[in-house]
């Protein structure tokens, strides 16, 4: 296989802490309800929609006062202010900081909402040394599915053969290999430093 040019990351839980529970605790929301917020609310049908583009943010909580009406007050309180649902890692912008350093172009391939993306992703210190990115719900499109990683070769005159992903979800990685990137699933920072180092990753 070639060398490695370009650092693809999924953003969260690899680079950002999608932290909804502790979010939930910050806004005054009882321990008891992160269960059925986390299983009918964040990882519902609905919330993927909000990733590939086709449900809208605003349109969240009125959605979700329908399908769990007994926590109405709970889920304005959720969806208020979202600015905290998220938090960079520390290690995150100083291990961009390197790679780009070390000559290498980094770029993001994340499942996302747009208007959660256009809220939180300024405020991220690695951004301005990205080279490109690709926000699912701004495209209409989500990763597992091929045409994603597809836009992002497009767009960017990336080979997938000299991309190496960092995802952490197994699904993700599986579907970046069928197309000729090399991936890592992303368990923590070290594990995944130390795999990008074995690939030949030097930084």
């Not at 839980?13 to 979010?23: G, I, N």
């Not at 990205?130 to 497009?154: A, T």
């Amino acid at each position: 296989m070639g060398a490695i040019k370009n650092i693809v990351f999924d953003v969260g839980m690899v680079l950002v802490d999608f932290r909804w529970r502790d979010y939930m605790l910050d806004i005054g929301i009882a321990p008891e309800l992160q269960e059925p917020f986390g299983e009918r609310m964040v990882m519902s049908d609905f919330w993927k929609g909000l990733d590939r583009g086709t449900e809208r943010e605003d349109e969240a909580p009125s959605y979700f006062k329908s399908q769990m009406p007994e926590y109405e007050t709970e889920i304005d309180l959720f969806w208020k202010d979202m600015t905290d649902i998220v938090r960079e890692f520390d290690y995150a912008a100083p291990w961009i900081h390197r790679l780009k350093q070390a000559g290498y172009r980094v770029y993001l391939l994340s499942n996302y909402p747009p208007k959660l993306a256009d809220l939180h992703w300024n405020r991220f210190s690695f951004l301005p040394e990205l080279d490109g990115m690709i926000v699912s719900g701004h495209e209409k499109m989500v990763k597992p599915e091929e045409n994603i990683y597809r836009l992002l070769f497009e767009r960017y005159g990336l080979k997938p053969e000299e991309c190496i992903f960092i995802d952490d979800r197994d699904d993700n990685i599986r579907t970046a290999e069928s197309l000729g990137m090399r991936g890592i699933v992303f368990k923590n920072y070290e594990q995944a430093a130390a795999a990008l180092r074995n690939a030949g990753v030097i930084f």
